[in-house]
């Protein structure tokens, strides 16, 4: 009977070690980032005007989640390339998104907003880049001696 025991907590141990594990791995594919976009507003467009600031909150990010993963050397080395391959297309970065506040302030369009930006894809795409990336953990967590 004791047998069955120690296989199950084994058992038990196996899952709860597994289930850590990718708990901590998603945790880090994906991590959030408050942003602030603004556009102005042209002959009245608001609906534009709230997309290119939008645009501007996705942007701003992934920019962030750029600067988790870069140092500051390797990003002012590799700025063009990625405001061309990276910011260019920073909805892309951005699978969900929480506006925190939006509207119009005189003639400009202002969003606030929570965007989860998948940080680990956006390391790897950095990488293949050949822009320097800090391990597998994001910069600001790497542990600098």
Request: overall charge neutral; glycine content about 10%; cysteine-free.
């Amino acid at each position: 009977m004791r047998v069955g025991t120690t296989r199950t907590r084994r058992g038990f141990l196996l899952v709860v070690v597994a289930a850590y594990g990718l708990v901590a791995s998603a945790a880090w594919a994906e991590d959030a980032f408050e942003a602030l976009g603004s556009a102005p507003i042209v002959g009245g467009d608001h609906n534009a005007a709230q997309e290119r600031a939008l645009e501007a909150a996705f942007v701003q990010a992934v920019d962030q989640a750029v600067g988790t993963l870069v140092s500051p050397t390797e990003r002012a080395q590799h700025e063009a390339l990625i405001g061309k391959r990276i910011l260019r297309a920073a909805k892309s970065w951005v699978p969900r998104f929480r506006i925190l506040e939006q509207g119009a302030q005189g003639a400009v369009y202002q969003v606030h907003l929570l965007a989860t930006v998948e940080v680990a894809s956006l390391h790897k795409e950095l990488g293949r880049l050949g822009v320097g990336v800090r391990g597998e953990r994001p910069f600001s967590e790497v542990e600098t001696e």
